[in-house]
C-alpha cells in the first residue's frame, strides 16, 4: 500500500511552461516535505509545509499543503532545464522519525 | 553544508555474497537511514537509527541487517546477497528532535547483483 501517491509520474514540457504536480494521501501528515532528485545525486529538500492551507513559494516553485494535511502540490511556473530531475514528496509516518516517501514525478524540461 | 558520504557509487557482487554498504555523515547528526530506491516503488526505508547501537526496521528490512558503532556511521548489510537486492541504495541523517527535520542524502551506490 502506497500511503503517497504522486502524480503525475512522468512530464515532458517544452521551457516556459507551467505545470503542476501532486502528492495526494487518505492519511493526515503533521507535515510534508518536497524533495529534488538530479541523476546520479541524493534528492535534496525544496521546502518544508506544515500548516493546513500554507503556501510556501521559491522563486518559480509554489509548495501548497491541503486544508486537511491530506494531500500538497507543487506549481512551476515558467519551468527551465534546470528544473530537470525527480520531484518526491516525503511526510513523517509512525510518531516516529521514519519517512514515508512518494512514487515521485519525473519531470523533463525540453529547452 | 552537510556531507553524506556512501564508500561506493557502483558496486558488482555475485549471489550469496556477504556485502557491506558504509555511510558516514559529518555534521553530528543524529538520525541515519538507509533506503532502497526502485523504479515506480520510489525510497522505500530499509533500516534507520536514532542513537550509536539502537536501530529499527524500516518496512523492507528482510535479508538485510545494519551496525551503528559510531555516530557519523551507518552500515548496510547484504547477509547472502541475491538478485532481486539488486538497486540504487541511498543513506540519509537528519539531525535528530522533531518531525520536521530535513534529511540530507548520499549519492547513492548503484548495486548490481549478478
Known amino acids: 500500500t502506497q500511503l503517497l501517491e504522486q502524480s503525475p509520474q512522468f512530464l515532458s514540457i517544452q521551457e516556459g511552461e507551467n505545470l503542476t504536480v501532486y502528492c495526494n494521501s487518505s492519511?493526515?501528515?503533521?507535515?510534508l516535505q518536497w524533495y529534488r532528485q538530479e541523476p546520479g545525486e541524493g534528492p535534496v529538500l525544496l521546502v518544508t509545509v506544515v500548516t493546513g492551507g500554507e503556501v510556501k513559494k521559491l522563486k518559480r516553485l509554489t509548495f501548497q499543503f491541503g486544508d486537511a494535511r491530506k494531500d500538497s502540490s507543487l506549481h512551476i511556473t515558467a519551468a527551465q532545464p534546470g528544473d530537470t530531475g525527480l520531484y518526491l514528496c516525503?511526510?513523517?509516518?509512525?510518531?516516529?522519525?521514519?519517512?514515508?516517501f512518494g512514487t515521485g514525478t519525473r519531470l523533463k524540461v525540453l529547452a | 553544508d552537510v556531507k553524506v558520504t556512501q564508500s561506493s557509487r557502483y558496486l558488482v557482487k555475485r549471489t550469496g555474497e556477504k556485502v557491506f554498504l558504509e555511510c558516514v555523515q559529518d555534521?553530528?547528526?543524529?538520525?541515519m537511514f538507509w533506503y532502497r530506491q526502485d523504479p515506480g516503488l520510489g525510497l522505500r526505508l530499509i533500516y534507520f537509527s536514532y542513537d550509536v547501537k539502537m536501530k529499527e526496521k524500516g518496512d523492507i528490512p528482510e535479508g538485510y541487517s545494519v551496525s551503528r558503532e559510531k555516530k557519523e556511521r551507518f552500515s548496510l548489510i547484504l547477509e547472502s546477497a541475491s538478485t532481486n537486492q539488486t538497486s540504487m541504495y541511498l543513506c540519509?541523517?537528519?539531525?535528530?528532535?522533531?518531525?520536521?527535520?530535513?534529511?540530507?542524502f548520499g549519492d547513492g551506490t548503484r548495486l548490481s547483483i549478478l
Open positions: 540519509a541523517s537528519s539531525l535528530g528532535r522533531g518531525f520536521n527535520q530535513p534529511q540530507h
Open positions: 492519511s493526515v501528515f503533521s507535515s
Open positions: 555534521m553530528d547528526h543524529e538520525n
Open positions: 516525503a511526510g513523517p509516518f509512525g510518531g516516529t522519525y521514519k519517512y514515508i
